[in-house]
């Protein structure tokens, strides 16, 4: 299921659509109220199977000028939805060739934690950051 950019945003204006699951959506929408940044939508996909494939194509088509489709998530690179949802090529499939794909998460490790609150910090000021287009993080191919 995917449940759509809910705040008041002008679609016109919009280059970035951000997708994600779970707490980091909240982390997200501080973040942009923060910065106030204003090009930037984010959709939730709380239900990953079976993917649904419509309501991604309706989402993204509601941002005509958005070219930056992103994927965030709190968890590593080789962990978390990324992982399976890459696998399947579920996203890279419904883009147009204006669109591209990335991926905002934390580094490829073997524990999802990295086991020092500062580090943590970092990271998610880094991702958070990455996320909303004000650090180059991570482009797909």
Known sequence: RVIGEV???NAKKVTR?????GKI????VAARHEKKVAH??????EQLYPFPETSFHEEVAKYPKAT????CQDEPRNQGPWYWIASRQHLSRELNDKQHLLLVSRPAAASPAVGYASKHN???????????GEIEYYKLP
């Open 7 to 9: 705040e008041p945003i």
């Open 68 to 71: 930056e489709i992103v994927w």
């Open 25 to 28: 959506y909240y982390d997200l």
């Open 122 to 132: 970092a990271q998610q000021k880094a991702l958070i950051d990455s996320a909303l």
């Open 40 to 45: 930037v939508a984010i959709a939730r996909l």
């Open 17 to 21: 659509v951000i997708f994600c699951s």
